[in-house]
């Protein structure tokens, strides 16, 4: 972009040069015209080069002056050749005053100026046709820029769009060749157990708790399938009651249940997967036993989520809560201005979620 920029910048000098060599050509430059008449030439010509980066105050400089030069000369149509270059870029501003307005008067202006010397028709009308053409190429220009813009914006969301296509493929072929299978095997496995074992009624119970678990998780896999192939619409996340149940069944020990109804509606999905992710690590990272204990405390327009674990020895893997759950939900959080932190404490594992509740909108006075 600066390296574009610059070439323009190069590209508007070389074009002023052009210009002031066609003017000294046509004899602007003759010593007979005054000493104001070389100076009011150079002035027309020094704002070309920033027309594209302030074509409003280019305009009105070089308009001006060009004014002042045709009056206090003899005029002819090459005078007015930088103003043709300013008219021909004024199109680019963004305010109807710079685009409508200062381009009219400027036209109306070099008209009234070329008046006394050509008269109505060589002067004001032809000039005044000149200056409607510069116009009118500025203003297709424009127009031309915004088309190859939008073709450009277009061409870039439709290959994003090719981009997230096949990254949706490809997530969809790891879950079905790699998750789904995995799933299907451990099922297969569990089932052929708890048919030929040798159970206790304890066993039989977790292994039905792991064939719950499995069957659940494949439905669910195969869901995700769909709706990544567009079949269907996402699916409802499953309730927090039903994901401690089946924790629960696998190991984990809750000292307290949390009552999701204390939660305002709109955080309570949120909170909950705070609740889910934090429960599901601490059953994977310290094993069966664990003690869990949940605080939510709605206070000051925020809601703060304790979740912490009891365990004799650190957690392996989980030194930074690094893991994709937990940096997933807090960048979910910090969208909403909350926050999430995870790490060890005296005796377990913490994690600590802040979400800001909407202001709830006061009960009318009867």
Not at 345 to 362: K, L, Q, R, Y
């Amino acid at each position: 972009m600066r390296r574009l920029a610059d070439r323009r910048l190069l590209a508007d000098l070389a074009t002023t040069l052009l210009v002031a060599l066609l003017l000294a050509l046509g004899g602007t430059w003759q010593p007979g015209h005054g000493g104001a008449g070389p100076l009011l030439v150079v002035a027309q010509l020094l704002p070309l080069p920033f027309r594209r980066r302030f074509p409003g105050w280019v305009l009105a400089v070089v308009a001006a002056t060009t004014v002042a030069h045709l009056v206090t000369s003899a005029p002819r149509n090459l005078d007015y050749l930088p103003v043709l270059l300013a008219l021909y870029t004024a199109p680019m501003s963004p305010r109807p005053l710079v685009r409508f307005w200062l381009c009219g008067a400027t036209t109306a202006a070099l008209g009234a100026a070329m008046v006394p010397a050509k008269g109505f028709v060589d002067g004001a009308l032809l000039t005044a046709a000149i200056c409607v053409v510069a116009w009118l190429l500025g203003v297709e220009r424009q127009r031309h820029v915004a088309e190859r813009a939008e073709f450009a914006a277009q061409r870039t969301r439709h290959r994003l769009e090719h981009l997230a296509t096949e990254r949706r493929d490809r997530t969809a072929r790891r879950l079905h060749d790699t998750l789904a299978r995995t799933t299907t095997v451990m099922l297969v496995q569990a089932e052929a157990l708890r048919a030929v074992g040798d159970l206790t009624d304890a066993d039989r119970r977790r292994v039905d708790a792991m064939l719950s678990a499995g069957r659940d998780a494949l439905g669910q896999v195969r869901a995700t399938l769909r709706e990544l192939h567009g079949d269907e619409e996402p699916a409802a996340e499953p309730a927090l009651a039903d994901v401690l149940d089946q924790l629960r069944s696998a190991g984990l020990v809750l000292d307290t249940v949390p009552d999701a109804a204390a939660l305002p509606g709109p955080v309570r999905p949120l909170a909950g997967r705070v609740i889910a992710e934090a429960a599901t690590n601490a059953l994977r990272h310290h094993g069966p036993g664990t003690r869990l204990g949940v605080d939510v405390a709605v206070t000051g327009g925020q809601a703060r989520i304790t979740v912490a674990s009891k365990v004799r020895t650190p957690p392996v893997g989980e030194t930074a809560g690094a893991g994709y759950g937990l940096t997933s939900l807090r960048a979910q959080l910090a969208e909403r201005g909350g926050s999430l932190t995870a790490g060890p404490v005296a005796g377990g594992w913490s994690v600590v979620a802040v979400i800001p509740c909407p202001a709830t909108p006061a009960a009318a006075t009867p």
